[in-house]
């Protein structure tokens, strides 16, 4: 696929056929991630792969609810809480496939380096026939100790990126973008 139209095709997909996303399309998937800049070539990323259905139903359950729990002090648009508290909101939206993307060094742009391979990985997975869509809702819970132990993660590194994978059941409209500001400065 030329390198516009899948920067200008992909999209968040939230509706996936429960087919298996094989192991060899994930491995290119990652191969794509860990080609994103990053800085001093440090490359701190890690890759934690869960296909597990029912491992992935709990991981949607608890995150749900840790993000209810923690309402308060991190507040987020109501109707977010809304669809946290509707138990048949998934938020993986029954993908086959988590991705996570962890900083596993430390340094003041491991998150801006998992970001980016993150971006990588979504576009190659458009490329692939793929949908992905990056799944900030689960980011709090793999934050916590149990989350980290979940995919391997050990204190004090951190879940960047969690992103889901799949063949799209339905296409995904576009998502409208505001006019950008640019300012010329001269
Ligand atoms: C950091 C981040 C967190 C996101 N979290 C969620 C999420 O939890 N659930 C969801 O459905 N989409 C999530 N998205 C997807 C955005 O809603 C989506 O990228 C945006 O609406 C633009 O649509 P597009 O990706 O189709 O162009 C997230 C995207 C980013 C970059």
């Not at 391997?152 to 576009?174: D, L, S, Y």
């Not at 409208?176 to 300012?183: F, S």
Request: net charge negative.
């Amino acid at each position: 696929m030329e390198l516009m139209e899948a920067i200008f095709g992909r999209r968040s997909v939230r509706d996936y056929l429960p087919d298996a996303v094989p192991q060899e399309a994930i491995n290119r998937l990652v191969d794509a991630a860990i080609h994103a800049p990053n800085a001093i070539n440090q490359q701190p990323w890690s890759f934690a792969v869960v296909q597990e259905r029912s491992l992935l139903d709990q991981i949607s359950r608890d995150a749900k609810a840790h993000l209810l729990s923690i309402r308060s002090t991190a507040p987020m648009p109501a109707h977010l809480y809304e669809r946290l508290a509707d138990p048949d909101f998934h938020i993986f939206y029954h993908a086959p496939t988590l991705i996570v993307i962890s900083a596993i060094a430390q340094g003041p742009w491991i998150v801006e380096d998992c970001a980016l391979a993150a971006e990588n990985l979504m576009l190659a997975a458009h490329g692939a026939g793929f949908g992905s869509c990056w799944i900030g809702l689960a980011q709090a819970w793999f934050g916590t100790p149990k989350g980290k132990e979940t995919i391997g993660v050990p204190e004090p590194h951190v879940p960047v990126a969690p992103i889901i994978v799949g063949r799209p059941r339905t296409p995904a409209p576009a998502v409208p973008r505001k006019t950008p500001e640019v300012r010329w400065i001269s």
